[in-house]
C-alpha cells in the first residue's frame, strides 16, 4: 500500500497549486477527479492558503468507482511551510490513509527547509539486500509533493524548462519537465509539458512499477495560468500506467 500511497504522492505533485509568492492572502480550492477508460477510480480536494509569507495546502481524497469496489482507500493530506521571495521552505508533511482495515501515516518535519525527521506509522519491514537506501545527499533541496511546486514559474517557458526534487518519506525521485510537442498538447489556452520520472532512492531495484514508470510511463501535464502575475497551476494530467492511461482534470470549486 506505500507504494500507492507513492503513486498517488506523485499525483498530488502534479497537480499541487503554484502560489503566488508576492500576494498578501489568496486561496484556492480545486476538485480533481481521475479516471481511467472513462470510469472514475478517484477525487481528490484541495485548498490552498498564502497568509503573508506562509503557505498552507489541505486535501482529502478517496477512490471511486469501481475501483472503490476493490480497494476503498481514503485519506487525507496537508504541508505548511513559508515562503521567501522565490524559496519555498517546507516546515511540515503530513499523509494519512486508510485501505480496508490497514492505517498508515507519513510524517516529515523539516528545519530550515531541510529534512529533519521522518516517521511511518507502522514501522516499514526490514529492507531486502536490493533495497536502495535514501542518502543524506539524496535529501539536500528535496521537498514533500506538496510544496515542490510551490516555487513560481514566473514564464511559460519556464513551467516546462524545470526538475523538481520529491520525497514522500519512503521514495526519492526526480520529476523532469520538457515542453510537450504541438500534437500532445492538452486542452485549450494551457501550457503541455511532458513529465519523465527519475527514482533516485527509496526503492527495491529492479521493481516493475518503477521500472515501468521510469522507462515506459508517457506522463502529460497541463498547466494554465494562476492570477495576474505570470505563475501557473495544474489543471489536467495523462499518465500511462500499465493497465491504461490514466486521466486527471481538475476544477475550481466554490
Not at 75 to 91: E, I, K, M, T
Not at 150 to 157: D, F, G, K, M
Request: aromatic share 8%; glycine share 8%.
Amino acid at each position: 500500500m506505500r507504494r500507492a500511497a507513492f503513486v498517488f504522492s506523485l499525483g498530488t505533485l502534479f497537480l499541487s497549486h503554484a502560489l503566488p509568492a508576492q500576494a498578501e492572502e489568496e486561496t484556492y480550492r480545486l476538485r480533481y477527479d481521475a479516471s481511467i477508460y472513462g470510469l472514475p477510480i478517484g477525487r481528490a480536494d484541495f485548498t490552498s492558503e498564502l497568509k503573508e509569507n506562509r503557505f498552507a495546502v489541505n486535501g482529502r481524497f478517496s477512490s471511486a468507482g469501481l475501483a472503490r469496489l476493490f480497494d476503498a482507500v481514503d485519506g487525507s493530506v496537508s504541508a505548511q511551510g513559508s515562503l521567501s521571495g522565490d524559496r519555498v521552505l517546507p516546515g511540515r508533511y503530513d499523509l494519512q490513509y486508510q485501505s480496508g482495515k490497514k492505517r498508515e501515516s507519513t510524517s516529515i518535519r523539516y528545519a530550515r527547509g531541510r529534512v529533519a525527521e521522518t516517521v511511518i506509522t507502522p514501522t516499514p519491514k526490514k529492507r531486502p539486500k536490493d533495497w536502495i537506501a535514501v542518502s543524506d545527499k539524496d535529501l539536500a533541496g528535496a521537498m514533500d509533493p506538496l510544496s515542490a511546486l510551490l516555487s513560481p514559474a514566473s514564464s511559460a517557458a519556464e513551467v516546462c524548462n524545470r526538475r523538481v526534487r520529491v520525497f514522500d518519506g519512503e521514495m526519492r525521485a526526480d520529476i523532469m519537465f520538457s515542453p510537450a510537442s504541438r500534437g500532445e498538447q492538452i486542452g485549450k489556452d494551457t501550457i503541455t509539458c511532458k513529465a519523465r520520472f527519475v527514482p533516485v532512492s527509496g526503492y527495491r531495484k529492479g521493481r516493475s512499477t518503477i521500472v515501468f514508470l521510469r522507462d515506459k510511463a508517457r506522463i502529460l501535464v497541463a498547466f494554465k495560468p494562476l492570477g495576474s502575475k505570470g505563475h501557473h497551476t495544474p489543471v489536467e494530467m495523462r499518465i500511462g500506467t500499465k493497465v491504461g492511461t490514466v486521466h486527471v482534470s481538475g476544477r475550481p470549486m466554490n
